[in-house]
C-alpha cells in the first residue's frame, strides 16, 4: 500500500507530533528545500547541488549536514566526492505539498498542479494528485 493512500491514524495527543514539528523547522529554510527539490532525481555531490542551486559548496554543505542530523538525506563517499540522496520519499512529498500550497497563495485561478496536460481541471482529490 503506498503513502497516498494510506490513512493518517495519528491523533493531536500522538508521540510523533514534537518530532514532526522539529522536522517542519528542519524543512523551514528556503536552501534545505531547494536542495530537497534537487535531489528528488537522484544523488548528487555538493558541487553539482550547489550549481544546481545558485548557492557556494560551503554553504550547501552546511546544509547538507543538518539534513543528515535530521535523518533526510544520505551520504556516500565515492574517493574524494560526496553524494547525497534522500533518505525515503517523506522528505520530497513534504517540501512537493508545500510547494503546492505555495502555488495556491500565489497564484490566482486554478493552480498549475490541478491541470492535465491538456491545460483542463483535473480531480480534486488528493489521492490524485502527483508528487512529481
Avoid: N
Avoid at 12 to 28: G, H, I, K, M, T
Avoid at 82 to 101: G, K
Wanted: include cysteine; charged fraction near 20%.
Amino acid at each position: 500500500m503506498s503513502e497516498g493512500s494510506k490513512l493518517c491514524t495519528f491523533d493531536a495527543e500522538s508521540q510523533y507530533v514534537d518530532l514532526a514539528a522539529e522536522v517542519f523547522s528542519l524543512l523551514s529554510d528556503a536552501t534545505r528545500i531547494r536542495i530537497i527539490l534537487a535531489l528528488r532525481s537522484g544523488e548528487l555531490a555538493v558541487g553539482e547541488l550547489a550549481e544546481r542551486i545558485g548557492r557556494p559548496p560551503t554553504v550547501v554543505s552546511q546544509h547538507l549536514a543538518k539534513l543528515r542530523w535530521g535523518k533526510v538525506v544520505a551520504a556516500r563517499q565515492d574517493g574524494t566526492r560526496v553524494f547525497y540522496s534522500l533518505i525515503d520519499e517523506h522528505a520530497r512529498q513534504l517540501v512537493t505539498h508545500a510547494v503546492f500550497q505555495a502555488e495556491h497563495v500565489v497564484g490566482g485561478g486554478v493552480p498549475e498542479h490541478h491541470l492535465d496536460s491538456a491545460g483542463m481541471p483535473v480531480s480534486a482529490d488528493p489521492a490524485a494528485a502527483s508528487d512529481s
